[in-house]
């Protein structure tokens, strides 16, 4: 059975901010996207933006990070050998704790991100060598039964939203 949905019955999404066009990437630029399906929810009021790495108190520009394996636990370090793991993770408690408050059912989060990688992440020797993995706000997410894709997979995301809503 199908039912009319009001706009508080769809599904809200969390889109990284950087694909929103906020220049808040490491680099102090955007990755924006102009992919129709985001336009489209952006144009009916669901998304949420955040930015888990500005979330957790890391300025713009920042020194790169990426996550590595230092004795058996994972940590995020910048280039520089900074460990900012606990940065990491208070954003991804704010990104968590925002989705939470707004219902937010599904993610699209900016894969390869040491935050946001939905699939890969960077091996920690900054030589932009992708490794299978997940970031630290997107694996939160995840634990917390909120459906998480990267830029690339719209349509998969857009097709999971639509079922949401059947």
């Known amino acids: 059975m199908t039912h009319n949905t009001s706009v508080t019955d769809r599904a809200r999404i969390v889109v990284s901010a950087c694909l929103l066009g906020a220049p808040v990437r490491y680099n102090g630029r955007d990755k924006k996207t102009h992919h129709p399906v ?4 952006i144009e009916e009021g669901r998304v949420v933006s955040a930015c888990p790495e500005v979330l957790g108190g890391l300025g713009t520009p920042r020194p790169p990070a990426e996550i590595v394996q230092i004795g058996g636990l ?29 219902g937010v059912r599904v993610a699209i989060l900016k894969e390869g991100s040491p935050s946001c990688g939905t ?4 091996d920690g020797t900054f030589t932009s060598t992708p490794v299978p993995g997940e970031g630290v706000a997107a694996a939160l997410l995840r634990s917390h039964g909120i459906r998480v894709f990267s830029e690339n997979e719209l349509d998969a995301a857009s097709a999971y939203v639509e079922a ?3």
């Open 119 to 122: 699939s890969f992440v960077y």
């Open 164 to 166: 949401l809503e059947r």
């Open 38 to 41: 985001l336009q489209r929810w």
């Open 74 to 102: 994972r940590r995020v370090t910048t280039n520089e050998g900074r460990d900012v793991t606990a940065a990491f993770e208070r954003g991804a408690a704010d990104t968590l704790e925002q989705a939470l408050r707004h």
